[in-house]
């Protein structure tokens, strides 16, 4: 029984439209299914108290129709760049339900937003605040900021942490006696609420209603420190997806029940409203990643599968250094399963999908998917690395395939440069 073939039994990819879409590809590209969107969407929507907001980040896929599709699901969406915001108000979400946050925020982008009426800033330093202040002084009006804490608690599970410890995110939560002191002499900010943003790709409940229960202190900290009513707490919140087969979908079923509790034990005011913002989560699943097998060889006993894409369009799992669970697409049926390591077109060592793994008999033609690409996938890749052409996107909306992206070509990259010798 090979650890990988449970993803073979993926019902997208038995879908005879989408198999015989990839048998007959000739590029590698990514493709979303909008369903699975939708599913994770309702589910988490269900595992939350009722003054919970959910907040698309969209970094993890800023596709103009993933955008699209979940504000028209009744998310809102958190921006960390101002073409993030320029995206999210193309596609038609109002300017109340956008949050800016991230750090390192350039003037003109908090201009941008600030004019746009944004809903609420994410401000991640007190320079940033105090620009935040002038901007706002130079519009006339007054801006909604929450302060982004960074906590003295620590997410231990997560690799990914940006919360506890020294941290290039937020401000320290030892330092909010110098925000009482600031917030007095900035009369064109607003502070409406916290933000914490500790780690992602969180899979274990207890942890996600912890996280949960230490912003819902820090709130009540800050609160009492500046004396004044908060009504908004951005508790991030990292829900993660499973990637490997030694990990599993985070178990929602007492998720409301358990956050409820801590919300009725707060002293916050009754119209305190809550947001989760989330990326991975949401559209994670939803991405296939697809390439073909060009090359096979064998070295010093081991085998190597060469694709004809790679960390150029995929660079999550050398990033992370973590496989993402593959699916063989064979031309030809074939029973048996061997140990291979799968790599990509690239002339570097980092350039590999997934290392000594087993996967169905693979032979030069047949198709690797690599699964749960939806997320970080497309956007945080490295496409210009050896002049490939970069990946298409395709959505699976309603028993159709529509091509979402067509992906740059070489004149494209030749065209872009200026040539000045
Ligand atoms: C401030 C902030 N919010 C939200 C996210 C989205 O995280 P995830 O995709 O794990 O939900 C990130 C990810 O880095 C982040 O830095």
Same mark, same amino acid.
């Given at each position: 029984?090979?650890?990988?073939? $449970?993803?073979?039994? *993926? ?48 970094? &993890?896929?800023?596709? %103009?129709?993933? =955008?699209? $599709? ?15 915001? @320029? !995206? ?11 949050? $800016? ?5 350039? +003037? ?23 620009? =935040? ?32 410890? &020294? ?25 409406? /609420? ?5 780690? !992602? ?22 609160? &009492? ?8 707490? *951005? ?15 985070? @178990? ?42 060009? *090359? ?6 081991? !085998? ?31 029973? @048996?399963? @061997?140990?291979?390591?799968? /790599? /990509? ?7 590999? $999908?997934?290392? +000594?793994? %087993? ?6 033609? +047949?198709?690797? %998917? ?41 004149? *494209? ?9």
């Amino acid at each position: 029984m090979s650890p990988y073939d $449970f993803t073979n039994m *993926d019902p997208f990819l038995h879908n005879l439209q989408i198999r015989k879409f990839i048998l007959n590809s000739k590029y590698p590209f990514f493709i979303y299914d909008l369903e699975k969107i939708k599913k994770n969407f309702i589910s988490l929507k269900n595992a939350l108290p009722r003054n919970f907001q959910i907040y698309y980040s969209m970094k &993890a896929n800023p596709n %103009v129709n993933v =955008v699209r $599709f979940l504000y028209t699901l009744g998310c809102g969406v958190e921006v960390a760049s101002g073409g993030e915001l @320029e !995206t999210a108000t193309k596609v038609g979400v109002p300017p109340e339900k956008i949050i $800016f946050a991230g750090p390192g925020k350039r +003037d003109e982008e908090l201009f941008q937003a600030i004019k746009c009426g944004i809903k609420v800033i994410n401000v991640e330093s007190f320079n940033e605040l105090s620009r =935040v202040n002038e901007i706002a002084k130079s519009l006339n009006c007054i801006q909604d900021v929450n302060i982004r804490v960074n906590p003295l608690f620590k997410i231990e599970e997560s690799a990914l942490q940006m919360g506890g410890d &020294a941290q290039k995110f937020g401000i320290d939560f030892e330092q909010m006696e110098k925000l009482k002191m600031l917030l007095t002499n900035f009369k064109n900010t607003n502070l409406v /609420g916290i933000h914490v943003f500790s780690a !992602t790709q969180i899979l274990n409940q207890t942890l996600i209603v912890k996280n949960f229960e230490n912003t819902i202190k820090i709130a009540q900290a800050v609160s &009492a420190l500046l004396m004044k009513k908060l009504t908004l707490v *951005d508790m991030g919140s990292g829900l993660g997806i499973p990637y490997s087969k030694n990990e599993h979908e985070v @178990e929602l079923g007492n998720l409301k029940e358990s956050m409820q509790r801590i919300i009725d034990s707060t002293q916050l005011q009754n119209n305190t409203s809550f947001v989760i913002e989330t990326g991975r989560f949401l559209v994670g699943e939803s991405g296939y990643y697809v390439t073909q097998v060009i *090359d096979k060889k064998i070295s010093r006993g081991k !085998t190597f599968i060469i694709c004809d894409g790679g960390i150029n369009h995929l660079l999550r799992t050398a990033l992370i250094n973590t496989a993402h669970p593959i699916a063989v697409i064979q031309r030809n049926a074939r029973e @048996e399963f @061997e140990t291979v390591s799968i /790599g /990509g077109s690239l002339c570097t060592s980092l350039d590999f $999908f997934a290392k +000594d793994v %087993v996967l169905p008999l693979i032979e030069i033609g +047949d198709y690797i %998917v690599v699964k749960n690409s939806g997320a970080y996938g497309y956007t945080e890749s490295m496409p210009y690395f050896l002049s490939h052409d970069f990946a298409d996107e395709y959505l699976y909306v309603k028993d159709e395939i529509k091509l979402i992206r067509k992906g740059r070509k070489i004149e *494209d990259m030749l065209a872009e440069q200026i040539l000045v010798l």
